[in-house]
């Protein structure tokens, strides 16, 4: 009787604890993280008896999880990967906003501007025409400045929420320190604490959201967790913090940091290799940086040509003189490293100076120049990894580097950006529109004697070799070239007596042919033919409201390759871009990014899901299976009440025969 008693309590007991983590199962079917939980059941030890032994039922030895390491960790990866191109993916989106096509980009800005100069080259003494293209240039430098201002708006951003989401990872560090200490203190129990387990699993996944870690279990149940190749995060029940930094060289820009005993070590980019906090770094240093030297390229290139241009014509002032700037361009960003040696009052001891000598040739990127031993120094291009070795003046790319106060020390750094600020800080600072250049300070003319049919074009001033003291000049037109019949043999007299020897041919200009020994700083264009004895002659401007020749070369700048050029090591230089199509390979460049990382998230998405719901279908809970899992341990519940009610009616007939 006793016997049959205990079988059906144990039977009971088995029963009841397998419906329990049925109803757990069920309850937590849409719990984040929860993996199923069932019963272990093992047989009693039988009892001896004379006549055998005789089952005792069942033992409940413990409650185990459906758990797979490697799906799991596969899991946390892969949304680790997922969540960085998703990040990238947004900011590269945000960012590119800033690069407008059509009427409202910058390219578009710059040709109504430069289109506003035809009106100017109509009238040149027009008031009104004048002011209109000094709207326009205002327009475009604000329109720069605006792309400028919006991509400082995105670096604050990025650091915005740099900030956030380390408070939200050490507030994770925190949790699963916290965890693995109540793991480490039920390790004697000899059960293991599945919800605590799906618990710290669970905040592992969501910490790699934000960055990528890896994990090592250590013998007390803990697991360790690190992050940028191997740093510690979590250790035991001890938690290290994150914290951002400013950078090295740009206060503006943001770094990783990792606090360990009150020390703060930086962590490089290129050792973080996932989670949200890491496309956010990569971001920042690169697609972020690219943009804004595509823009400063822009600015500088355009602001700096016409500049050079209104400063080569004569402006209404009284008396007439040189145009002056129409922009203002940022001189280059050159920032050192904070580990650079100070004086006592804080100052960098030594320094490096850069300048613009050709922003023709300025390139979208921006340099890193160190100093490995005394007197050696490297500059490295950052956007293509190319690296020259440099000395205290010399120019390469555009700019020209000068070691001031001193040179710096081996092992100190700078950070150079040549078009950094060129976006953000253009503006308009020519205000008077008498301030407009547009007289040439030439003015040529063909002889009434001529017999042939070449007339004046156009004749202006096209770079700083132009010497006003060389006018007046004559132009004298010989007989045919004996090497080319269809061109003119030609002199042209200098005010000093200089007779230079040249060639004319149909569409050639004159006055600029460095192949032919002359650079004397302006072209003179002409229609027709000339004939042996034909003669233009050149002056000094001296209508200057009535001429127009300097507004003529305005209008082309527009055509002019004048973004982007770079010099070969042979002395060549290679052809630049247009304005126009410098702004379109700029928006392409960064609309293939964008399409890139859409792409690229799309399938980091699919497979995190994918490694998701794999994991679930080892770990998570099917309800049809738990429904008939409960059915059959409920029917297993009824049997063993049966047992013990038949063992009750047993016992009471037995208790009532005995009374008789």
Known sequence: MAGLLTLGARAMFANQAALQTIGQNIANANSPGYSRQSVVLTPSAGQFTGAGFFGKGVDVKTVVRSHNEFLTKEAASSKATASADATRAEQLSRMEKVFQPGTDGLGYSAS????????????????????????????????????????????????????????????????????NDQISKTRGAGHTPNDLLDRRDLLISQLGEHVAVTTLSADDGTVGVFIGGGQRLVLGSQASSLQIAGDAY?????????????????????????GSMTALLAFQNKDLQDAKNLLGQLAAAIGTRVNEQNGLGLDLSNPPGKGGNIFNVATPKVMPAASNLRNPGGSFVNGVQATI?????????????????????????????????????????????????????????FLIEPVGAAAIE???????????????????SASVNNTGTVSIESIYAVNSSFDATNAPMTLDFGGPDPLNPANVLYTLTLANGTVLNGT???????????????????????????????????????????NNGNAKAFLNIQTEGFVGRQLLAGGGITAGSTINDAYASAMSDIGARVQSANYLSGVSISVASDAEANRAGQAGVNLDEEAARLMQFQQGYQAAAKVLQTAQTLFDELMRIAAR
């Open 112 to 179: 109504q501007f430069l289109n506003a100069m035809v009106d100017v080259t109509s009238r040149p003494n027009d008031p009104a025409a004048r002011q209109v293209a000094l709207g326009r240039a205002n327009e475009m430098a604000v329109r720069f400045a605006n792309a400028g201002a919006q991509l400082a708006d995105i670096q604050a951003g990025v650091v915005s929420d740099l900030k956030a989401t380390v408070g939200i990872v050490n507030q994770l560090a925190r949790q699963i320190a916290g965890i």
């Open 250 to 274: 740009d206060p503006q820009r943001a770094v990783l940091a990792l606090n360990e005993g009150g020390l703060s070590r930086p962590l490089d980019e290129s050792v973080l290799t996932g």
């Open 357 to 413: 000598v050709n922003a023709s040739q300025l390139q979208a990127s921006s340099y890193k120049l160190t100093s490995s031993a005394p007197g050696a120094y490297e500059l490295t291009r950052l956007s293509d990894g190319l690296v020259r070795t440099v000395a205290d003046g010399d120019t390469l790319d555009g700019f020209q580097i000068a070691f001031t106060p001193g040179p710096p020390n081996p092992g100190e750094s």
């Open 426 to 444: 253009m503006r308009r600072v020519l205000d008077h529109p008498a301030g407009i250049a547009a007289a040439a300070p030439l003015t040529a």
């Open 504 to 546: 004319w041919s149909p569409g050639q200009a004159i006055g600029n042919d460095p192949a032919a020994g002359i650079d004397l700083g302006f072209e003179l264009r002409t229609n027709g033919v000339p004939r042996l004895g034909d003669r233009i002659s050149l002056d000094p401007t001296v209508y200057v409201s009535s």
